[in-house]
């Protein structure tokens, strides 16, 4: 099956800023994959942050808008999510995923996702 590993989570400071990576392994056209970022707090459900889908569309939770920005490299086989302007509440682990299925309705929901990667820590103090 598909594997994903992120990379680039860590601290920051109230108002800083941080970029995930997310690298996908060969042996799937990525390109035809729908991609997006999730984000769990423990003892919480896992919320969808946003999503990009195989032609392009995007999709933001509305608590990330005008702050993150999500894009992708097919040929690299990446997805990426730049954080602006965080805030403590963005403290979460935060995951990407894949699906093959690419239904707008369903960009930023968790269950509809195939393929997890195991996440990155991201921390933001006051």
């Given at each position: 099956?598909m594997?994903?590993?992120?990379s ?5 400071q109230?108002g800083g800023?941080?970029?995930l990576?997310?690298a ?6 990525y390109k035809?994959?729908c ?6 707090v423990s003892?919480k459900?896992r919320?969808g942050?946003?999503s990009i889908?195989?032609?392009g569309g ?11 920005t ?7 086989r990446m997805l990426?999510?730049h ?8 403290t ?5 995923a894949t699906?093959?299925?690419?239904r707008?309705?369903s960009?930023l ?7 997890w990667?195991?996440?990155?820590q991201?921390t933001v103090?006051s």
């Amino acid at each position: 099956q598909m594997q994903l590993v992120e990379s680039g989570g860590g601290s920051v400071q109230s108002g800083g800023s941080l970029s995930l990576s997310c690298a996908a392994s060969s042996g799937y056209v990525y390109k035809f994959f729908c991609t997006g970022w999730f984000r769990q707090v423990s003892g919480k459900e896992r919320e969808g942050v946003a999503s990009i889908d195989s032609q392009g569309g995007i999709h933001y939770a509305d608590s990330v808008k005008g702050r993150f920005t999500v894009s992708r490299d097919n040929d690299a086989r990446m997805l990426s999510l730049h954080m602006n302007s965080l805030k403590p509440d963005d403290t979460a682990m935060y995951y990407c995923a894949t699906k093959f299925d690419c239904r707008p309705l369903s960009a930023l929901q968790a269950q509809a996702y195939s393929y997890w990667g195991r996440g990155t820590q991201v921390t933001v103090s006051s």
